[in-house]
């Protein structure tokens, strides 16, 4: 297999070093950027320039990126599959810029990385196929010989391997099994860690949060355990955060009545009534997929929902498609959807795909389209020379 | 610094110097049996090789398939023909028991396929078994044992971790502590201890339960463990989600058995961490668990000392070539006690085993005492007299043990044809004392057979003056006395 390397500095600064020599069925390894000669001979990997990426046979490689502001490049480029790498924002980054990037990235990816559990939670409410490049295992999950170098890989790097094959050939494998295990993993972690910190409402707010992705009833335990202890410490905003939670868990059981009447607790604003409001409503009428569907939206399990609404063909489910598909940076599917039910899209989304295939001219009449809408255009405009400036700062730092 | 300590400090360097060049054989005459347990094909892919390159050359590997769909033909590929490695497929019974009952090698390892070992791991183990010969069972540290032993390193490479153990060696080489239980993925035993204690019990299911209660099992015979502060090899562990899950339940089973096993409170949670759950109450040592059998029918008997006396009888080649086949009894559980008379025959080779215990006597009062106080060197359950004139048939240890086990008899005489034509074999004594041709005699622990004397004043010919109190069995052998070299008949069973 071949793998495009596009980072976003330097090689000396490239943080997944390790992750590159352990690539499974690894044959040519280009680096865009500049590298010594030495470092090409160590590493056994060939450093190529930005243009000549565009020479490449672009289909034969699985490319890893690691910035956002790549988005546009590999979106031209279509290689055979890619892996984005995510990462918080860096201190010197425009902070706004990069999370909305890096969400888009992380959604048109094929397979997610990432060394921050706080974005792996969240990618994992997002979509499938989201992995965590770190974990607390000390011990040796695996090994393998890479030339005549044995390496002893942890828990997750494992999966790292297992998660690129998988990628290739996700028709032939159970799907999601390295996903389920990592889950696994991370639920185990935070068991264990709820007997050694028994005072401490995170851990166990933890615990409930990867039983709850793994399906397990147990969630519930570990979450009003978890809400005991914040009220304990006077903690007493948690009714969004923890009660809330307890309505997506026993939606998940298919206690609709039950789930429903929990987040009705926690309806507060005028817009969580309206919500709770049509729940009721779509219950009353035994519509119970949609209203679960809701009951994960609203406790923010998007990936949930999506996959309750996708085989539904009702104008409502659609409609509630939409609004999953644009939280999730899914936004190609989401304008899709949107000009089938009304024949006209959102002009933000479209200028910014506009934008990121490479058509400004179609991405500025986009955003001025926009005005009318909600006056976004000005913002957004703005923001296309950010991330135009933050592209071109990449490429420089990436070149040397 | 004295010039004693300094030849010591010397000598210590010169051994260091050889030990970290790999100049060192392992201290075992007939080299090791490494058993391996397979059960995923890229660990065992690297775990052979390894075992290979850092275990010496006097190493034969029996890899042994535990699932039954491990690729051992995928496996055997990997290996050519002259490597030193025997493959058993799987079968639906105890596999590492199976490949115990075909040790024949003094020391062996049981080891599963996910330990990596590095160089220098075996003869440092091996050595804590030369420094106390009680010790039957070593084990290194690694992330799979329990207790003291446990260790979790992380190691990126396999370099990082060699170089690591190759500073751990030099660094705390020689060091060693006794243990109350071990459950890890690697330890290093002596074949006697099979003998003794038979195979695994493997109906406690969970793995590390059953090495802790073979390991408890050899504590009952006297057995010691060990831990090797030196040694460290690396364990590699397993996501399979199916593999954990049905641990979970085995777990639970297996630990009910085995707390039941050891009268153990089973509301405690079963840990591989927490070492002091595996270990019942002191008590458990006065009692002795049940010898698990082998496969292969092979049948675990009481350990045996042989005591072999004799004094001018190793002079000629074609004598000490018959020592040497007949220590190969069909009977395999035994301990051998040589006595040697240094005025008669110091300087002759002795065709004696490396495990055998010699002991040198010089005069006549020395070498009576020594044959007394002999038996008293192990407790073994069976003492026999063996004379270096009288020669032996293949299965004569074999059918003195079957006659003390199956019959009442606590004291067993063969009958020679020299007693059966003399008459022999209710010599005269008074009437408390029944007077048994030394070399013909065996008897279990806990009698007191009676006062060893010579014949006569002329020879070392000795006899045993047995208590008549003693229930004594009599059966037939195949033996015949140097010097006469008559053909012996079939020996009848003669049980008293």
């Avoid at chain 2, 034969?60 to 590929?77: G, K, N, Q, R």
């Avoid at chain 2, 069909?330 to 490396?354: C, G, H």
Wanted: negative net charge; charged residues 25%; contains cysteine.
């Amino acid at each position: 297999m071949k793998y495009l390397i596009l980072s976003g500095g330097t090689w000396a600064e490239y943080e997944y070093k390790r992750l590159l020599d352990l690539l499974p069925e690894r044959e040519e390894v280009c680096f865009v950027g500049r590298m010594s000669s030495e470092e090409q001979s160590s590493s056994q990997i060939k450093a190529i320039t930005v243009a000549a990426i565009h020479s490449l046979n672009a289909e034969d490689y699985t490319m890893l990126v690691s910035s956002p502001y790549w988005l546009s490049e590999a979106l031209s480029i279509q290689a055979g599959y890619v892996v984005a790498l995510l990462e918080h924002c860096p201190e010197k980054e425009n902070k706004q810029l990069w999370e909305k990037y890096s969400s888009l990235l992380g959604a048109m990816a094929d397979l997610v990385g990432t060394r921050s559990e706080r974005i792996y939670l969240e990618l994992s409410l997002h979509r499938e196929y989201v992995l965590y490049l770190a974990g607390d295992q000390q011990e040796s999950y695996g090994v393998v010989y890479q030339g005549d170098r044995l390496y002893f890989l942890t828990d997750y790097e494992v999966l790292w391997r297992k998660a690129l094959e998988a990628l290739w050939q996700q028709l032939s494998t159970p799907s999601y099994e390295w996903e389920t295990i990592q889950l696994e993993l991370r639920a185990d972690y935070y068991l264990t860690m709820c007997v050694k910190l028994p005072s401490q409402p995170v851990v166990h707010y933890l615990a409930a949060s990867y039983l709850y992705l793994l399906g397990d009833r147990a969630a519930s335990r570990y979450l009003a355990h978890s809400l005991e202890l914040m009220i304990l410490h006077d903690y007493l905003d948690c009714l969004h955060s923890h009660f809330r939670f307890f309505s997506a868990i026993e939606a998940k059981l298919g206690n609709l009545e039950t789930a429903v009447q929990q987040y009705a607790i926690t309806a507060i604003t005028a817009e969580e009534k309206v919500e709770l409001e049509r729940m009721q409503r779509l219950l009353h009428t035994g519509e119970d997929e949609l209203v679960r569907a809701e009951l994960f939206r609203v406790n923010e399990d998007e990936a949930a929902a999506i996959r309750i609404l996708q085989p539904l063909s009702s104008l409502d489910a659609k409609a509630l498609l939409i609004r999953n598909y644009t939280r999730t940076f899914q936004w190609e599917k989401a304008l899709e959807l949107q000009y089938e039910l009304e024949g006209a899209v959102d002009g933000a989304m479209e200028g910014t795909l506009h934008l990121l295939y490479g058509r400004r001219h179609d991405a500025i009449r986009s955003f001025l389209n926009a005005v009318g809408q909600n006056n976004e255009a000005w913002p957004l405009l703005s923001e296309m020379a950010d991330l135009e400036e933050a592209v071109r700062e990449m490429k420089r730092r990436v070149e040397g | 610094m004295s010039q004693e300590s300094l030849n010591v400090e010397r000598l210590a360097g010169r051994y260091g110097f050889l030990a970290h060049n790999g100049l060192l054989p392992l201290p075992s005459k007939d080299g090791i049996t490494l058993v391996v347990e397979l059960s995923r094909l890229e660990y065992a892919s690297v775990c052979l090789p390894l075992l290979l390159n850092h275990s010496g050359t006097s190493v034969t590997i029996i890899a042994v398939a535990m699932t039954p769909h491990f690729p051992l033909e995928t496996l055997a590929s990997q290996f050519s023909s002259e490597e030193r490695i025997l493959l058993l497929p799987f079968e639906p019974e105890d596999m590492v028991n199976k490949a115990f009952a075909v040790i024949e090698t003094t020391f062996a390892v049981l080891l599963e396929d996910s330990i990596m070992v590095s160089a220098g791991w075996l003869s440092e183990l091996m050595w804590v078994i030369a420094d106390d010969a009680a010790v039957k069972i070593v084990a290194p540290c690694s992330a799979s044992e329990s207790g003291e032993g446990k260790k979790r390193l992380h190691f990126g490479t396999y370099l990082e971790m060699a170089t690591h153990v190759s500073f751990s060696l030099s660094r705390n080489q020689g060091e060693w502590r006794q243990v109350e239980v071990l459950s890890g993925s690697c330890l290093l035993f002596t074949k006697d201890l099979i003998q003794q204690i038979g195979g695994l019990d493997t109906s406690l299911q969970v793995r590390h339960l059953i090495i802790a209660d073979w390991c408890l099992r050899a504590r009952q015979v006297g057995a010691r463990l060990a831990l090797s502060d030196a040694v460290y090899v690396h364990a590699i562990h397993s996501l399979d989600t199916h593999l954990r899950k049905l641990d979970e339940h085995k777990q639970d089973m297996g630990w009910q058995l085995y707390c039941q096993k050891w009268s153990l409170e089973s509301n405690l949670e079963s840990s591989k961490d927490n070492v002091t759950h595996l270990v019942p109450h002191s008590d458990f040592l006065n009692s002795k668990q049940q010898v698990i059998p082998l496969s292969n029918g092979i049948e675990i008997g009481p350990i045996v000392t042989a005591i072999v006396y004799g004094d001018g009888i190793w002079e000629s080649g074609e004598d000490r070539e018959y020592w040497q086949e007949m220590q190969q009894q069909s009977y395999k559980n035994i301990r051998w006690i040589w006595i040697r008379e240094l005025l008669v025959n110091a300087d002759l080779p002795f065709p004696v085993n490396e495990h055998a215990v010699v002991i040198s006597v010089s005069g006549e009062v020395a070498w009576l005492q020594a044959l007394k106080n002999a038996p008293l060197l192990y407790e073994d359950e069976i003492i026999l007299y063996l004379s270096g004139s009288v020669r032996y048939g293949h299965r004569y240890i074999e059918r003195v043990v079957k006659a003390i086990t199956q019959g009442s008899a606590n004291l067993i005489v063969s009958i020679s044809t020299e007693m059966e034509e003399a008459d022999v074999h209710l010599l005269a004594g008074d009437e408390s004392e029944i007077v048994l041709p030394l070399e013909r005699v065996a008897y279990t622990r806990g009698v007191i057979p009676g006062r060893i004397s010579n014949k006569d004043a002329n020879t070392r010919q000795l006899q045993l003056l047995a208590e008549s109190s003693l229930r004594i069995g009599y059966i037939g052998d195949f033996s015949e006395v140097i010097g006469s070299r008559t053909e012996s008949r079939t020996g009848k069973e003669a049980h008293q």
